[in-house]
């Protein structure tokens, strides 16, 4: 399937609006990464607590920064999961004390603010198996609806299971139970306004040395696409290649850093399929290239590469369009969660698939022009293909 038939674009002709707007670009994400010491870091790499909390009705993400904000030092991120009434409470804590405490803090500061104000109850959205086995054991036992001990601990299992599995409440139900069991629930128990769904803990070392993990995985990612572009192509093919995706990943780092949205381990992922994602785009581009030289000899070789990439702009446009689309809708309906995913991919994808068009291509002529002047200044005849690499890859 082909858009656009014999197209005749003059892309290089147009290419310095682009690359200037990428070096304004990339000085200013640049400037801001080295004005705030770096990315705006998430709990994955700067240590902390994520305490994902479910409530019965829309949850007052304010009121909750404030209550946490008022017992726990540092940054306090609340994040609403989309349709749902539910929140994701991030914490920022670097000392090792505190996050050893963080738990406990959050758990009491969450009870004292929103837990049930019915006294003397057990609170079945935050009890546990045990809690509440010792709970209603003397009273069933009192009520004539005792139970043995496996029947109880089911029971409880039970319970506590249905809480863990209803969408958007921590009501009670259960039908195989005796009218003389839920007796004992509603005088014993009450369903609190929320249940905490779960709780993560990075501590500071290792959201260290998975910071340096992710800089390591992304530079070697680089490095070996420079040695297999270089050797399936050329050495200036990898490395104009390479440059391009550097200047992706650069420029969407600094995006994060100029609006403040934190870089995490999602994020990495991001950009690690990004780089693969621009470097395919890329090597198109370039595979056209290396086939239109042996018939285009005495052509110039800007001339060859500006009709390269009017030959493969229809696949261009299908492959990043359809995949930006996709990207955009994750971007624009997938939540508070994954937002940061998606921006990388949303604009990973736009300066990819121009990088490859304005800034690979134009640093692959640069550099062979270079090359060649430097044979022709050293005595040694400039190769118009190279040699044993004519034939396509495809």
């Known amino acids: 399937m082909e858009l656009f038939k ?53 949850p007052n993400e304010d009121q909750i920064r404030k209550a946490l904000a008022a017992k726990i030092s540092g940054e306090i991120v609340v994040q609403q999961v989309t349709g749902q009434n539910e929140v994701i409470i991030s914490t920022d804590l670097r000392d090792e004390k505190e996050l050893n405490a963080a738990r406990a803090v959050v758990f009491d500061t969450l009870k004292s603010t929103f837990g049930s104000q019915a006294g ?68 014993e128990t009450v369903t609190g306004p929320y249940t905490i769904r779960g709780f993560d803990l990075v501590g500071p070392k290792v959201g260290k040395e998975l910071q340096t993990q992710a800089f390591s995985a992304t530079l070697l990612a680089l490095l070996g696409m420079l040695v297999y572009v270089g050797f399936r192509f050329e050495f200036i093919y990898g490395l104009a290649a390479v440059i391009a995706v550097f200047h992706d990943t650069i420029i969407t780092i600094g995006l994060f850093s100029l609006l403040d949205k934190e870089v ?77 995913f998606s921006f990388a991919l949303v604009a990973g994808i736009i300066f990819g698939t121009y990088s490859s068009i ?14 060649e002047n430097r044979r022709k200044d050293g005595g040694t005849p400039a190769p118009t293909v190279a040699a044993g690499k004519t034939k396509s890859s495809k």
Do not use: H
Request: charged residues 15%; positive net charge; aromatic residues 8%.
């Open 120 to 187: 003397g109850k057990e609170d079945i959205n935050l009890t546990t198996q045990a809690a509440l086995a010792d709970r209603i054991r003397g009273p069933l036992a009192s009520a004539g609806g005792s139970l043995t001990e496996p029947q109880l601990q089911e029971l409880v299992k039970d319970i506590l299971a249905f809480r863990n599995s209803a969408p958007r409440s921590g009501l009670l139900g259960n039908k195989n139970v005796t009218p003389q069991v839920i007796n004992v629930l509603k005088q």
């Open 6 to 58: 014999n197209t005749n674009f003059d892309f290089l002709g147009k290419k310095w609006p682009f690359i200037i707007a990428s070096l304004v670009l990339t000085v200013a994400g640049v400037g801001s990464l080295i004005i705030k010491g770096g990315p705006l870091y998430g709990i994955d790499f700067k240590g902390g607590t994520v305490t994902t909390v479910r409530f019965k009705q829309a």
């Open 358 to 371: 304005f800034i690979a291509a134009p640093i692959l002529i640069y550099c062979r022009e270079w090359m």
């Open 264 to 340: 995490s381990l999602t994020v990495i992922a991001a950009l690690l399929t990004l780089v693969g994602f621009s470097m395919n785009d890329t090597i198109v581009v370039f595979d056209r290239i290396r086939e239109n030289l042996p018939q285009m000899r005495r052509e110039k070789f800007d001339t060859v590469v500006n009709l390269s990439i009017n030959q493969t702009l229809s696949r261009t446009i299908l492959t990043s369009g359809l995949t930006f689309l996709t990207a955009l809708a994750l971007w624009l309906f997938g939540g508070q969660v994954l937002n940061g």
